[in-house]
């Protein structure tokens, strides 16, 4: 994800190099770039399951030990999502 963010703020300074000529990444860019990357993942589950996880990650039958949900942040018109608990060390 981290890799992601990285690359759109690189492709955002440079869209803004071409039309303005301002050089380097700026903290707008970065700023920019981790709210698209957010906005993109929004489909991923709203769970720290570690089975949901290791569907999506392809690390089915790997020992999960702790998931954690990185955002609170809600829109306006939307209420916060549950999110759920279970007991670390599970094996899949």
């Known amino acids: ?4 963010i990285v690359r759109r703020a690189k492709k955002l ?3 803004r190099y071409i039309s ?3 050089k ?3 903290s707008t860019d970065l700023v920019a770039a981790v709210r698209e990357e957010f906005k993109e993942n929004e489909d991923l589950p709203n769970t720290s399951n570690p089975d949901d996880w290791a569907k ?3 690390r ?3 020992r999960i030990v702790y998931v954690k949900v990185l955002t609170t942040e809600t829109r306006k018109d939307e209420k916060p999502k549950s999110v759920q ?3 670390t060390g ?3």
Request: no cysteine; hydrophobic share 35%.
């Open 1 to 4: 994800m981290i890799e992601s």
């Open 13 to 15: 300074a440079l869209k």
């Open 20 to 22: 303005q000529g301002d």
């Open 24 to 26: 380097g990444i700026s």
């Open 56 to 58: 999506i990650a392809g």
């Open 60 to 62: 089915k039958g790997e």
């Open 85 to 87: 608990s279970v007991p």
């Open 90 to 92: 599970q094996y899949l």
